[in-house]
């Protein structure tokens, strides 16, 4: 019985549902639903259908908010990930997928130290 109520508090969910304080943030939702086709904004596959600024532009696509709304409902061959994401999820991939973006996907500041230097 132990194991039992320990596999229930454990069990991966999605963050659907939780407290603010217990929802993941936009590059953890990203990683855990969206990586595995859009590595570092690309389109496995799809080439013509990354996530780089001039991808998303050429396709109209000018801002988080219709980047969460793709993310929730789906596009073309992509299906949406409303409940997975949760309540706010998609609005935190969005903009941390429009911020990626405008960044050229380029790796965070303290990410570009040279081996064994802190940034």
């Not at 998303?56 to 000018?62: A, D, H, T, V, Y």
């Amino acid at each position: 019985m132990l194991a039992g109520v320990f596999l229930l508090l454990s069990w991966p969910r999605s963050a659907y549902g939780a407290s603010a304080d217990q929802r993941a943030s936009g590059e953890q939702l990203f990683e855990a639903h969206c990586a595995g086709c859009h590595i570092n904004g690309g389109n496995i596959l799809r080439r013509g259908k990354t996530l780089k600024l001039a991808t998303l532009q050429r396709n109209g696509i000018e801002g988080p908010e219709l980047i969460a709304s793709i993310a929730a409902a789906g596009i073309g061959q992509m299906g949406g990930y409303a409940t997975v994401l949760g309540e706010d999820g998609s609005a935190l991939v969005g903009e941390w997928v429009w911020q990626r973006a405008l960044a050229g996907w380029a790796p965070p500041a303290a990410d570009q130290s040279a081996p064994g230097q802190k940034a």
